[in-house]
C-alpha cells in the first residue's frame, strides 16, 4: 500500500491529505463521490481513499503528481513537434488538393473507348 503523505496549504496552516487518481478512468469513492483520471481528491474525500480498494490496488497513490523535469523537457519537444505536423498537414492538404484537380484535367484529356 502507498504510504500517506501530507501536504502542506499555502492558504492555511492545517495540513491536508492528496490523493491522485493515476488511472485512465475515474474511480467511485465511499461517499459516493468520484476522481476524475489525473485528478487529486479533495480533503473530504481523502478520508475515503485511504485503506480503501482503489489504494490497495495502486489506483489512488498519495500526493500530488509531480513531474520530472525531464519528463516537462519531452512535453516542450512533442508541443513544438505537434505544431510542425500541423503546419505540414496544412501544406500536405492543399497540395493533394491541387494534384487532385490536375488528375481531373488529365482524364478529360483521355479519349473515350469506343
Known amino acids: 500500500m502507498a504510504a500517506k503523505k501530507k501536504q502542506t496549504s499555502e492558504s492555511s496552516s492545517s495540513e491536508a491529505t492528496v490523493w491522485t487518481n493515476v488511472s485512465k478512468n475515474p474511480v467511485i469513492l465511499g461517499d459516493g463521490s468520484t476522481v476524475g483520471a489525473g485528478e ?36 516542450a519537444a512533442l508541443s513544438a513537434e505537434v505544431e510542425t505536423l500541423r503546419a505540414q498537414l496544412a501544406t500536405f492538404g492543399s497540395e493533394k488538393e491541387a494534384l487532385l484537380a490536375q488528375v481531373e484535367e488529365l482524364k478529360k484529356q483521355i479519349p473515350p473507348k469506343e
Open 40 to 75: 487529486q481528491t479533495t480533503p473530504e474525500q481523502a478520508d475515503f481513499a485511504e485503506g480503501s480498494l482503489w489504494e490497495e490496488h495502486g489506483i489512488l497513490v498519495s500526493g500530488a503528481p509531480a513531474l520530472m523535469d525531464d519528463g516537462a523537457d519531452q512535453i
